[in-house]
């Protein structure tokens, strides 16, 4: 079994920052990747972002140029910078921690985004 322990989302304004950070802890010995999903009220789960073990990062397009992922092994945690946050960047994020066996789920953490 993997624990993962989100935090750091709350309210801001469009235009504003927030940093989300996630830890994993237990059985990580096959944790290769680590990432982030979201869902918004009414909408589907969606991929936001990945990286390994090994650090290769991948973005949707729709946070490209604004998200930054970054990973400090030691810790076992990512941390998801985001900065020029809008509106419809409102949504529970979820971290993801994928192991050889299985993938586990954070309990989600809100980032609402309003003026």
């Known amino acids: 079994q993997v624990q993962v322990a989100e935090s750091g989302g709350g309210l801001v304004q469009p235009g504003g920052s927030l940093r989300l950070s996630c830890a994993a802890s237990?059985?990580?010995?096959?944790?290769?990747?680590m990432g982030w999903y979201r869902q918004a009220p009414g909408s589907q789960r969606e991929w936001v972002t990945t990286i390994t073990k090994s650090g290769s990062t991948d973005y949707a397009d729709f946070v490209k140029g604004r998200f930054t992922l970054s990973r400090d092994n030691a810790k076992n945690t990512v941390y998801l910078q985001m900065n020029s946050l809008k509106p419809e960047d409102t949504s529970v994020y979820y971290c993801?921690?994928?192991?050889?066996?299985?993938?586990?789920w954070g309990q989600g953490t809100q980032v609402t985004v309003s003026s």
């Open positions: 237990g059985n990580i010995a096959s944790l290769y990747a």
């Open positions: 993801l921690c994928r192991t050889t066996a299985a993938d586990y």
